[in-house]
């Protein structure tokens, strides 16, 4: 079993950015495939950014392609999220997920595959 704890969160302007963090535990995190979802209030919970276990594949919502970037460090047990250009449609409370897989360079985009959750970070944008 790995946990996950979210950072990074905070309050900013339209415009500006922030980078989330991610710190696992537990278990060999290069095992595991990542992934980041965020849930708006009133709003069921969405994919953002996915990665591989290599860190070779990546994904995107198509709603932060060109603006977030998703990486991991599998040295440090950590994958991060560089969002820039933030909008307020982007805030949100943002989870970090994981997921044992064999497949090393594939990603999943979907909350259902995801096996373990952070309690998550709360991101919020200003007009």
């Known amino acids: 079993q790995v946990q996950l704890v979210e950072s990074g969160g905070g309050l900013v302007q339209a415009g500006g950015s922030l980078r989330l963090s991610c710190a696992a535990s537990?278990?060999?995190?290069?095992?595991?495939?990542m992934g980041w979802f965020r849930q708006a209030p009133g709003k069921e919970r969405v994919f953002v950014a996915a990665?591989?276990?290599?860190?070779?594949?990546?994904d995107y919502a198509d709603s932060v392609k060109g603006r977030f970037t998703i990486s991991r460090d599998n040295v440090k047990n950590a994958v991060y999220l560089q969002m820039n250009s933030l909008k307020p449609e982007d805030t949100a409370i943002y989870y970090c997920?994981?997921?044992?897989?064999?497949?090393?360079?594939?990603?999943?985009?979907?909350?259902?595959?995801?096996?373990?959750w952070g309690h998550g970070t709360q991101v919020t944008v200003s007009s």
């Open positions: 537990g278990r060999t995190f290069s095992n595991y495939a």
């Open positions: 990665i591989s276990r290599s860190g070779g594949t990546t």
């Open positions: 997920a994981a997921d044992l897989w064999r497949n090393f360079e594939r990603v999943r985009t979907t909350s259902s595959e995801y096996a373990y």
